[in-house]
């Protein structure tokens, strides 16, 4: 089975490891087939497991090797500034029902691993977004103010548990942060227990939207299932476009030991200084364990990730001076251009297939949240929110046309600019001057090639085109990954999909003669 790619390494993948299950070897039937096995996915799955519904999980990779594996694990209903901007431009009631949502999902989480006695390290913590730009102050007023309104008990405040002083802060109290895959795997032990099935290594390449709806395996194997959820983080199958609604950022992480006397207690986020978003989880041999991200980009613009984690690091030492960082991973998110995250029956797919996308790096409520409300979905009752993140939703995607528009401008830009730009013939030059770990795209006889030196010197050369919508990638020198501008798919160094939405993996191409 093809791992994911991790050239650090989570600290959750690292201290809960996740059971292991076979490929699907044959046709099968159910009354759910899940694809995608994140918080989203599974939560979706242990839903409907546990309203007595046969439900089958088919995940590519292994469990949670995506965007819940690599999280920061907050529980929160504080998401930077959204309430703001939620009654802005879609209106009071919406934001709070946005608020409300959110905070049933944390409830959610608590409530669960209560019921299913999951030790996930469940802490009850304040959330801070802060500044420490006095020019920012009466934004976060304001802030403060929308989400008091949206029914959170929010405050402006300007002292925090920061090491370092802050011109002011929205805080919100009864938040909360967990271990996202010893919860999730508490997830996992009862689906199958309730004889759920999961499958990994195991990715859907078609999806035929009858009555019942047929998923087409890699292998040729298909699952008929009456309703189809498609977990998958961007959604890889996307009758309705839904892409050009999603804008895709990548953030790096840090983590490392920290003396508990040195714990800021609270979970902290700003928009400045590059984004940085802090909070600690407790470890068992003692002390805790400081959690910094930050340094956003846009996957595939060829960013200089190794120098995104120095910054980060230098970051962290300075602010924190107690702190040895021992880990390293990055985690890759999408936004909708209106703000809300898309989640329902997928539009144009009939009545049978749903969708969950959208969270704006805020996947741990969004995903639980998204395992509701389409769990309430398929079983045919009331479901709540329904409206506020409907995928088809028209009147929000009118109000965010300018959003909108702007996506697609630098999709069409890197579609061709990239093109346009490609470094070097192939015939020496950038790839002779290549050292070992680093990646290059240049021009060669059939079209774009994407070229990696391993560390041993040894040359891989594959087709620079993505398998999606045919963008040019770009190499993550950190993660030593091609990665697409356009919509956020990654692929290994020999051109094994990582991440969706592509689906097929890089042409091989010959290295002899570059």
């Known amino acids: 089975m093809k791992r994911h790619s991790d050239n650090g390494h989570s600290y959750w993948r690292e201290t809960?490891?996740?059971?292991?299950?076979?490929?699907?070897?044959?046709?099968?039937?159910?009354?759910?087939?899940?694809?995608?096995?994140?918080i989203a996915g599974i939560g979706t799955a242990w839903e409907l497991t546990r309203a007595g519904l046969d439900v089958v999980v088919l995940e590519a990779d292994r469990l949670?090797?995506?965007?819940?594996?690599?999280?920061?694990?907050?529980?929160?209903?504080?998401?930077?500034?959204?309430?703001?901007?939620?009654?802005?431009?879609?209106?009071?009631?919406?934001?709070?029902?946005?608020?409300?949502?959110?905070s049933t999902a944390l409830r959610r989480v608590i409530e669960v691993a209560d019921e299913l006695g999951i030790d996930c390290d469940l802490e009850r913590r304040p959330a801070f977004t802060y500044s420490r730009q006095a020019e920012d102050v009466p934004a976060l007023r304001a802030e403060a103010e929308?989400?008091?309104?949206?029914?959170?008990?929010?405050?402006?405040v300007t002292e925090t548990g920061l090491p370092f002083p802050v011109a002011g802060a929205v805080r919100v109290e009864d938040q909360a942060q967990f271990h996202p895959l010893a919860y999730l795997r508490g997830?996992?032990?009862?689906?199958v227990a309730a004889g759920g099935?999961?499958?990994?290594?195991?990715?859907?390449v078609e999806l035929d939207r009858g009555d019942p709806c047929r998923l087409t395996t890699d292998t040729g194997a298909v699952v008929s299932a009456r309703h189809v959820v498609v977990a998958t983080h961007h959604p890889v199958f996307d009758h309705a476009l839904l892409a050009t609604r999603l804008t895709q950022h990548r953030d790096?992480?840090?983590?490392?030991?920290?003396?508990?006397?040195?714990?800021?207690?609270?979970?902290?986020?700003?928009?400045?200084?590059?984004?940085?978003?802090?909070?600690?989880?407790?470890?068992?041999g003692g002390g805790r364990l400081l959690i910094v991200t930050?340094?956003?980009?846009?996957?595939?613009t060829g960013e200089d990730t190794e120098a995104g984690y120095a910054r980060l690091q230098e970051w962290a030492e300075r602010s924190f001076p107690g702190v040895t960082i021992?880990?390293?991973?990055?985690?890759?998110?999408?936004?909708?251009?209106?703000t809300l995250p898309l989640v329902g029956r997928m539009p144009t797919a009939g009545e049978n297939v749903y969708v969950a996308t959208g969270f704006a790096g805020w996947g741990m409520t969004g995903g639980v949240m998204a395992a509701s409300l389409i769990a309430a979905l398929v079983r045919g009752g009331p479901a709540p929110w329904t409206d506020l993140y409907a995928p088809g939703r028209l009147g929000s995607a009118l109000r965010s046309a300018p959003s909108l528009l702007k996506e697609q401008w630098e999709t069409g830009k890197h579609f061709v600019k990239d093109r346009l730009e490609t470094f070097g013939d192939g015939t020496g030059g950038p790839v002779r001057d290549l050292r070992p770990g680093e990646g290059t795209v240049v021009r060669a006889k059939g079209g774009p090639c994407a070229v990696h030196r391993d560390d041993r010197g040894g040359l891989h050369a594959v087709s620079a085109v993505c398998t999606h919508l045919g963008c040019v990638v770009a190499f993550n020198n950190a993660e030593r990954t091609w990665e697409c501008p356009c919509h956020g798919s990654r692929f290994d160094v020999d051109g094994a999909v990582l991440q969706g939405p592509a689906l097929t993996p890089l042409e091989p191409r010959d290295a002899e003669g570059l």
């Open 197 to 204: 099935r999961v499958h990994e290594g195991t990715r859907v």
């Open 64 to 102: 949670a090797a995506g965007v819940t594996g690599h999280t920061t694990g907050k529980l929160t209903a504080l998401h930077t500034s959204v309430y703001h901007r939620l009654r802005t431009e879609h209106g009071d009631d919406a934001a709070r029902q946005y608020a409300l949502s959110q």
């Open 146 to 156: 929308a989400a008091r309104a949206a029914g959170l008990t929010a405050s402006f």
């Open 252 to 284: 790096l992480v840090i983590a490392g030991p920290l003396p508990a006397t040195q714990d800021p207690d609270g979970m902290y986020i700003t928009e400045r200084e590059g984004k940085r978003s802090v909070r600690t989880a407790p470890l068992h």
């Open 326 to 338: 021992t880990h390293r991973w990055a985690a890759q998110d999408n936004a909708a251009t209106d």
């Open 294 to 300: 930050g340094e956003a980009f846009r996957p595939g």
């Open 187 to 191: 997830l996992v032990d009862d689906i």
């Open 16 to 38: 809960a490891p996740l059971p292991s299950f076979p490929p699907l070897a044959e046709s099968a039937e159910a009354d759910v087939a899940v694809i995608g096995a994140g």
